[in-house]
């Protein structure tokens, strides 16, 4: 027969929840213990009681070299994350920079096939004129030597 599944809440009854609190603290020691034996990992754990008593478990590694290995590792990530973002950020920039640009060329691009010049001025549409007259030259110059 198993075990009944416990339902998590705070002991109300101070002597249960200090017992149950050793008992578990022993078993969670004993975890430590096995997967660092089982898997030859190092483990540290701190564990500090309802009155602020510490009770600590480290591998053959001491707790000293387990903690600066995990303030480099989390150090390492921390700065992993922010260059991620800093890149996120950049390349949303640049999408944006890159999607203006675009629609500016298409808005062009119909202008100089003669479509949506209704809102222009004669300014914009005498650059245009010029536009077209430059690249007619171009062409022309092309096909006189292409031809010869």
Not at 11 to 21: A, G, L, S, Y
Not at 49 to 77: N, V
Not at 92 to 101: G, N, V
Not at 118 to 127: A, T, V
């Amino acid at each position: 027969m198993g075990r009944g599944k416990v339902t998590l809440k705070r002991i109300e009854k101070k002597i249960n929840r200090q017992v149950t609190f050793s008992k578990r603290r022993s078993g969670l020691l004993k975890k430590a213990h096995e997967i660092s034996v089982l898997c030859d990992a190092d483990v540290a754990l701190i564990v500090f009681s309802p009155r602020g008593k510490l009770t600590e478990f480290s591998t053959d590694a001491s707790m000293e070299r387990i903690l600066e290995r995990y303030e480099k590792c989390s150090y390492t990530e921390k700065q992993l994350k922010e260059t991620d973002l800093e890149s996120r950020v950049s390349w949303t920039l640049e999408h944006a920079k890159l999607k203006s640009r675009m629609e500016v060329l298409q808005t062009t691009q119909r202008h100089i096939m003669g479509e949506d010049l209704d809102s222009l001025s004669l300014k914009e549409l005498q650059n245009i004129e010029q536009q077209l007259n430059t690249g007619l030259k171009r062409i022309r110059l092309r096909i006189f030597f292409f031809a010869r």
